[in-house]
């Protein structure tokens, strides 16, 4: 999934994109004060029900009676807790893998990465329905860890390819010859150098888990009702996909919005790393 | 006396596909403490192996063969595992690479460097490991070092780099520093002044020197005795002075021949 802006809008693009994101995290944060009213009570189920936008409702009134700019504002909280600590799971598990096996003797490092080739040939999807199946009904918590467990190899694949390349370079061999310990080599010399591909595999990881919650979600084995996430919202959408419009289109302009949003950011840091990084070397 | 540096039948073997390819086959040599030795040889003569092999810092796919030893104050180098040698590292013996550029870390600041090697080696206060860098830093006459300090490696000169790469070799005082090219990758007036630094780094600090090396005018200017390899083999090892004016190897006199000169033959 890639997304290019060129010409005039690359420079625009990325503040934009962080102007947008920066909102949609606000939203997040500020959920309980965004909200007008609580996600999960319905109102008078009889006329309040499946109301279009309107003053009281800026974004409508969903099947139960219930105000959708406030399912819409938890929902955005939920997926975007759901993403970022997958995401932190990612980070901790892939680098400390990754940094592990780029250090290690080539026995070890052999063996680690089998480890990650063999969690890597699994498809992913079947392995998160075959958990969700396994545990049942799962929390946003829940979620987001098994997530963040089945998205570890790859920015461990990344980080030991890195770590490799440094750890082979003279300021790392300069590094040993005054006696840093590896965890501190690691830490201090290694890393350092590795975190701008790390950190565009965060915005890409951000990007995969996104949709992939709104997936799961929306076919009923991810986060359940009346939990509002962005994919349960779809969900209660699916059903009245013509006279309750607003249920469908707000929910997915923020996915889109979210979405479009990481991307440009994502291949924003990935130009700016790789110019760095001729720049560097001239 | 003890000499501080005794190696004795070293021999390195790099493995690849075809097998294991010989880079140091057997090399035995001596340096007292303070003594400023020269190993002296063209690209692929095995001289960085040897400098290499002492540190215990060979890439994995080298080989050192059993029967050898490198004695450094009382211990075999080679039988040390991998913590003690940490600790000698950077403590006892110093290391100066050939490209300050790429010897130091692009994305720390130069003086953190400096200080690092006490924060490696003991020194629990931060800021009297600071201080100490700022000594140094001033010691090997980088100007203005107490603003330096925050200063990025690309920020500095290729001479100022390697001045910052003295003060890190010689911090904690090591009884021996491996210099390996220390000047081959600067302009030639600064490395006459990175050399008068050595010197007078080392005659200060009593500090043995292994300056390694494919420049006999290096070599002349600041060793007492020159070790010549070739093959991987020391073919000769004789003080500076018999070695300039009396070569013994047919290798040693070819080498010297081919030192550029400014006067022309008859």
């Given at each position: 999934m890639s997304l290019r802006l060129r010409g005039a809008s690359g420079r625009w693009a990325p503040r934009i994109a962080a102007a947008t994101l920066a909102a949609i995290v606000f939203v997040a944060v500020a959920a309980p004060l965004v909200a007008?009213?609580?996600?999960v009570a319905s109102g008078d189920?009889?006329?309040?029900?499946?109301?279009?936008?309107?003053?009281?409702h800026p974004l409508g009134t969903d099947l139960s009676a219930r105000d959708v700019a406030s399912r819409l504002a938890y929902g955005t909280r939920i997926s975007i807790e759901t993403a970022a600590l997958a995401a932190v799971v990612v980070l901790v598990v892939g680098v400390a893998w990754g940094g592990a096996a780029g250090l290690a003797t080539p026995a070890v490092d052999a063996v680690m990465m089998r480890v990650v080739d063999a969690a890597l040939a699994m498809p992913r999807l079947v392995i998160v329905l075959a958990l969700v199946a396994f545990i049942g009904r799962i929390s946003p918590l829940t979620l987001a860890l098994v997530l963040g467990l089945t998205g570890w190899p790859s920015m461990s694949r990344i980080v030991r390819a890195r770590v490799r390349e440094l750890a082979a370079s003279d300021h790392v061999a300069a590094a040993r010859a005054l006696g840093v310990p590896p965890p501190r080599l690691l830490v201090r010399h290694v890393l350092p150098g590795a975190a701008p591909a790390i950190v565009v595999h965060v915005v890409v990881t951000v990007a995969a888990v996104i949709p992939l919650e709104a997936a799961l979600s929306y076919f009923g084995?991810?986060?359940?009702?009346?939990?509002?996430s962005w994919g349960s919202l779809l969900q209660d959408a699916a059903a009245r996909p013509?006279?309750?419009w607003w249920l469908m289109v707000f929910p997915s302009l923020a996915i889109a919005a979210t979405l479009l949003s990481v991307n440009v950011i994502g291949e924003y840091l990935q130009r700016r790393d790789g110019a760095g990084r001729t720049g560097r070397a001239a | 006396m003890t000499p501080l540096l005794a190696v004795e039948n070293l021999r390195v073997a790099y493995l690849d596909r075809a097998g294991a390819r010989t880079a140091v086959g057997g090399v035995s040599f001596a340096i007292e403490p303070g003594e400023i030795v020269a190993l002296v040889g063209e690209s692929g003569s095995g001289k960085s192996s040897v400098g290499l092999a002492i540190m215990g810092l060979?890439?994995?796919h080298a080989r050192v063969a059993p029967g050898g030893a490198v004695r450094f104050e009382g211990r075999d180098l080679l039988a040390t595992p991998e913590p003690q040698l940490r600790d000698i590292r950077g403590r006892r013996i110093g290391m100066v690479f050939q490209e300050p550029a790429a010897a130091l870390?692009?994305?720390?600041r130069v003086g953190d460097q400096v200080a690092e090697v006490a924060i490696v080696h003991g020194e629990r206060s931060t800021a009297a490991a600071r201080a100490r860098a700022v000594e140094m830093l001033n010691r090997v006459g980088l100007p203005d070092a107490e603003r330096r300090y925050?200063?990025?490696?690309?920020?500095?000169s290729g001479g100022m780099r390697q001045r910052v790469m003295l003060a890190i070799a010689l911090l904690l005082r090591p009884a021996l520093v491996i210099a390996d090219?220390?000047?081959?990758?600067?302009d030639v007036t600064v490395q006459a002044q990175v050399l008068r630094l050595l010197l007078e780094l080392q005659r200060e600090s009593g500090t043995a020197v292994l300056l390694i090396t494919h420049d006999l005018g290096v070599v002349a200017e600041t060793c007492s005795r020159a070790l010549v390899m070739r093959g991987g083999q020391v073919v000769e090892s004789a003080a500076v002075d018999d070695l300039f004016h009396?070569?013994?190897?047919a290798y040693t006199r070819e080498l010297l021949a081919a030192m550029p000169r400014l006067e022309r033959g008859p």
């Open positions: 007008p009213y609580d996600p189920l009889v006329a309040d029900r499946l109301q279009p936008p309107s003053a009281r084995v991810g986060i359940a009702p009346p939990t509002p013509i006279d309750g | 060979l890439p994995d870390n692009p994305v720390m925050r200063a990025w490696p690309h920020e500095l090219e220390p000047t081959s990758a600067l009396a070569p013994q190897h």
